[in-house]
């Protein structure tokens, strides 16, 4: 059982998952046994290769020391099973068939040689939901090429649309957004087929294409191009546009940046700027802060559609953005960013990621989790749920398993059943 600090049992209680351990497909499981799902984690003998990724406790390498393996496998039971033994085989399809929906990412033909794949599988187990990661869907060969997260991301577009003004420098990506795009919608598409299978009485096969996955994660530049013919630019800390818009970068009065993020675009928010402006006596430094004052009054809807070509609506906005660069020029990243919150403007401070972590809002809303190494009589702080549920609180149930750590628990119960 999958108890969350709270005593409820986590969404998913009752869900088994098979996963067959295999770096894309990684964080898909770990959403699911964080959400309560019994996920038992299948490693090849020897563990599954992340198991030794950097970086380490410690800055130390060593067996169990991957930081990496921790994030990716917390909540997981884990067990060693060769699918080329015929034996393990045969295990296999008996662990597959006590369990809700098995996660794969494995090489396109690999299963169906193996004798396990889908129509294998559903004949020990009809109510099986499979859900296979494939780096261009089941169907199509180029799935068979090397890929990597950064092949991925490169071939589905969300870099071209991610980097700097200065386009003589190469787009960026963040890390693992290719995985974890395509694991989001498998675990979307396992979440929907176990709906159904609850009002059909059956389940199914779901094929998600890493590709696809994150070729509609481009924002506006995948229909750009589409329904326009035209390509979007990358812009420093904002979004990718035909159109060059104005930069939101600022270097703050103790040397940060920050992005003064979304305007002002309703009365309140215009009226409450200005105020704030004038609070700080800087409101004779912006001739433009007049504007501020003509959009706290503005009546009717502020159609941001028209900017650039309404001339007051042109330059109310563009006061708002002025008076937040100008404010955050004098105050510390800091201050600019709570000042913005007490008068309800989305903007954000550059920070590092170590930075973030310690965030005050980041801890009151419980995302650092301590977890308990019993092993290394040690308590490990972990980044906690990307969501908030009250009746089914997500929670971090146990740390990463160590090979074959459950073999004994899991196959033990699958003898006796």
């Known amino acids: 059982m999958t108890e969350s600090r709270e005593g409820a049992v986590g969404a998913l209680h009752g869900v088994r998952v098979v996963e067959l351990a295999r770096e894309p497909i990684a964080w898909a499981g770990k959403l699911l046994a964080d959400m309560g799902a019994d996920v038992i984690l299948v490693e090849p003998p020897g563990g599954e290769a992340s198991r030794n990724y950097p970086p380490y406790l410690d800055d130390r390498p060593g067996e169990d020391r991957s930081l990496y393996w921790w994030h990716y496998h917390t909540s997981k039971r884990g067990v060693v099973i060769d699918l080329d033994d015929a034996g393990d085989r045969d295990r296999f399809r008996a662990l597959v068939a006590t369990t809700d929906v098995l996660l794969e990412a494995e090489p396109r033909r690999r299963l169906g040689a193996l004798g396990l794949d889908y ?43 991610c980097g700097y003004d ?3 420098l190469p ?6 957004q290719g995985y974890h795009t395509a694991c989001h919608f498998a675990v979307l598409s396992a979440l929907t087929a176990l709906l159904h299978r609850g009002i059909a009485g059956r389940g199914q096969f ?11 994660t481009t924002e506006a530049a995948s229909i750009t191009w589409l329904v326009a013919q035209k390509t979007v630019q990358r812009q420093t800390g904002r979004h990718a546009s035909v159109s060059p818009s104005r930069e939101t970068q600022q270097l703050c009065a103790d040397g940060r940046y920050a992005n003064t993020g979304v305007p002002p675009r309703r009365p309140h928010e215009f009226a409450a700027l200005d105020k704030w402006l004038k609070e700080l006596g800087l409101d004779a430094e912006l001739p433009e802060a007049v504007f501020l004052a003509m959009g706290a009054n503005w009546e009717g809807p502020f159609d941001l559609a028209k900017i650039g070509r309404d001339d007051a609506v042109t330059a109310i906005f563009g006061a708002g953005r002025d008076a937040l660069k100008l404010i955050a020029s004098r105050v510390s990243a800091q201050e600019f960013f709570l000042g913005c919150q007490r008068i309800g403007l989305a903007v954000g401070v550059v920070n590092a990621p170590e930075e973030a972590f310690e965030d005050t809002h980041f ?6 989790v301590p977890v308990a190494h019993d092993e290394l009589r040690r308590t490990v702080v972990y980044p906690g749920a990307p969501y908030v549920l009250t009746a089914s609180p997500w929670a971090i149930s146990r740390r990463a398993p160590k090979l074959g750590e459950h073999d004994a628990e899991v196959f033990g119960a699958i003898d006796d059943h």
């Open 206 to 216: 779901v094929d998600v294409s890493m590709t696809a996955a994150n070729n509609v």
């Open 166 to 168: 200065d386009h003589a």
């Open 363 to 368: 801890k009151a809303r419980g995302f650092q």
């Open 119 to 161: 129509d294998d599988l559903r004949a020990v187990r009809p109510e099986l939901i499979h859900v296979a990661v494939t780096p261009y869907g089941r169907h199509d060969a180029k799935s068979d090429l090397p890929f990597t997260d950064l092949t991925i991301m490169a071939a589905s577009g969300p870099p071209w649309s």
């Open 171 to 176: 787009p960026i990506r963040g890390p693992m």
